[in-house]
């Protein structure tokens, strides 16, 4: 019979782990696809479930009060936004997809560099509940601040248009469209240019007849397209690392695997794309290019680790997080050491 896991200080036991998931490329998405973290966690007794059928909120802040065994591989604006207001997270891994970070206009605006978007309207989505939660607004700021740097301008060379940013049901398949409201401004002429992230941003753009004026992905820098996704953090609660440190190891480990199935296996990665972004098989060609399932690694790099700290100076700059983070001290490598050396062995047996 499967142990189950008990805290060393007689905690209750740990009988299930939850995920959080967003609409994206994630190796711990993959793994779960494939069904190797059930398997891996079901000969303990644990079950792995998604938050989304919990009935636990998904405020960042609210679900790390709620349930402390939770792994979270999502954008960075929400993990930031809880940990500013005091969520006991810890960073145990950043990733890296590009996916179709782009400037949208219509077609025939003769609009091709980042120097014609000077003077242009462009769409700014409205703020949600909160600023915390305003995750398009987000996006878009950070996103037009990098296509204008790429010609020497600042987000004051352009003309914001407020835009609605109206609520998301995570369940229908149009439901991702619904983030790009200034897709149908640009096609109705209300505005001149749109930024936009992801497979189901693409797939809209495209039935609208709009083109790419500004594709984000294919400058050499990355620090032109840093922003809610790149990169992307993997936290956990610290109640995790004090108490159930091989959870997380064994979880990360399951993780890199399926990193590794990915880089050898696209076709049937897509289809799993499909699933997890409600797109297309076209809308997701279109968004995940350039060798993108070789790099679902998740790292600790210094690279990685500075430009999620200028994503954090970014959002708090512009009012979306209460306190200033310190990303360094949110950062705990243990467990990704461990999975790593704990993979080597893997693939030496």
Not at 24 to 52: H, K, M, N, Q, Y
Not at 297 to 304: A, F, I, T
Request: charged content about 25%; hydrophobic content about 45%; some cysteine.
């Amino acid at each position: 019979m499967a142990a189950t896991i008990i805290s060393p200080i007689g905690r209750k036991p740990l009988d299930r782990i939850w995920l959080a998931r967003c609409p994206v490329p994630a190796a711990s998405v993959v793994a779960w696809s494939l069904g190797w973290l059930t398997e891996e966690f079901a000969r303990d007794g644990v079950a792995v479930s998604w938050i989304r059928d919990s009935g636990i909120s998904a405020d960042p802040v609210e679900a790390a009060n709620q349930t402390r065994a939770l792994f979270r591989e999502g954008g960075n604006i929400q993990a930031l936004a809880g940990r500013a207001l005091g969520a006991k997270t810890r960073v145990i891994g950043l990733t890296w997809i590009d996916e179709r970070q782009a400037i949208i206009v219509r077609p025939g605006e003769k609009i091709f560099e980042p120097k014609d978007l000077k003077g242009l309207r462009v769409a700014l989505p409205d703020y949600a509940e909160t600023r915390a939660t305003s995750i398009v607004r987000g996006m878009s700021l950070h996103g037009l601040k990098g296509a204008l740097a790429l010609a020497g301008l600042t987000l004051a060379d352009i003309r914001f248009v407020d835009v609605p940013a109206p609520p998301v049901d995570f369940d229908t398949p149009d439901s991702f469209q619904h983030f790009w409201s200034g897709l149908n401004w640009l096609a109705d002429g209300r505005v001149d240019a749109v930024y936009v992230k992801g497979a189901a941003a693409a797939e809209l753009a495209a039935r609208l007849g709009l083109v790419v004026a500004v594709d984000l992905d294919v400058h050499p820098s990355r620090l032109t397209r840093i922003n809610n996704g790149t990169p992307r953090p993997i936290t956990v609660h610290e109640y995790m690392l004090e108490h159930h440190f091989d959870i997380v190891v064994r979880f990360l480990d399951q993780t890199l695997r399926a990193a590794d199935w990915a880089a050898n296996n696209l076709p049937a990665l897509q289809d799993i794309l499909v699933n997890e972004t409600l797109a297309s098989p076209g809308g997701v060609s279109a968004a995940y290019r350039n060798d993108f399932h070789r790099s679902l690694h998740p790292d600790l790099s210094r690279e990685r680790i500075d430009m999620l700290r200028v994503q954090a100076d970014f959002l708090r700059l512009h009012g979306f997080l209460e306190h200033s983070v310190d990303v360094d001290a949110w950062i705990d490598p243990r467990p990704l050491e461990a999975a790593l050396a704990l993979r080597a062995a893997h693939k030496a047996a």
